[in-house]
């Protein structure tokens, strides 16, 4: 067994993740970025090169 794989037979994941808390710090990373001053937004390009928000 290789050195990478051991550590995973004694790892005890839930049966399901957490989705409450990843959303939880999901809002708050996004958040936090929004509130930052001098960051400039990069939207996704739509049709035509045209900006979609």
């Given at each position: 067994?290789?050195?990478f794989n051991r550590p995973?037979?004694?790892i005890r994941l839930?049966?399901?993740p957490d989705y409450e808390t990843a959303?939880?710090?999901?809002i708050s990373a996004r958040r936090a970025?929004?509130?930052r001053r001098g960051v400039k937004?990069?939207?996704a390009k739509g049709v035509k090169?045209?900006?979609m928000y």
């Open positions: 067994m290789s050195n995973f037979r004694k839930p049966e399901r959303n939880s710090l999901l970025m929004a509130g937004r990069r939207g090169g045209r900006r």
